[in-house]
């Protein structure tokens, strides 16, 4: 199964809904950073949500709004199953370290991501 889309981490930047950058992605991560480059959100975009969703949900919440200055997205195949997203979401959280520096923020288990990835 491929789940990767590309194998690229795309670049999103701005404030408001009308100027996300890749507004095509329907399925994947995403990592937000605030200007000194400090993750501040891990999350991901799925077939319910998708990216320009997820953003806007956040650029609504003025506390976000301030700290948020940059996405980087994952792009995920549009039908990977949410298992998958999940799997790879932690795996993500795990490589970053954000389980521990982000509580109590949680995110899914990353046991299975090999499996579910191969």
Not at 42 to 69: M, T
Not at 93 to 103: C, F, P, Q, S, T
């Given at each position: 199964m491929v789940v990767l889309g590309g194998?690229?981490?795309e670049q999103v930047q701005g404030a408001a809904a009308d100027q996300w950058k ?97």
């Amino acid at each position: 199964m491929v789940v990767l889309g590309g194998d690229r981490l795309e670049q999103v930047q701005g404030a408001a809904a009308d100027q996300w950058k890749y507004d095509d992605i329907v399925v994947g991560i995403y990592i937000v950073t605030d200007t000194s480059g400090r993750v501040r959100w891990l999350g991901q975009a799925n077939r319910e949500d998708d990216l320009p969703g997820r953003l806007d949900s956040h650029n609504r919440n003025p506390a976000k709004r301030e700290v948020f200055a940059k996405v980087r997205a994952l792009h995920l195949h549009d039908g990977t199953p949410p298992r998958t997203i999940d799997a790879i979401e932690g795996r993500c959280a795990d490589l970053l370290g954000l389980r521990e520096i982000m509580k109590p923020l949680r995110w899914p288990s990353a046991a299975d991501w090999l499996t579910l990835t191969a």
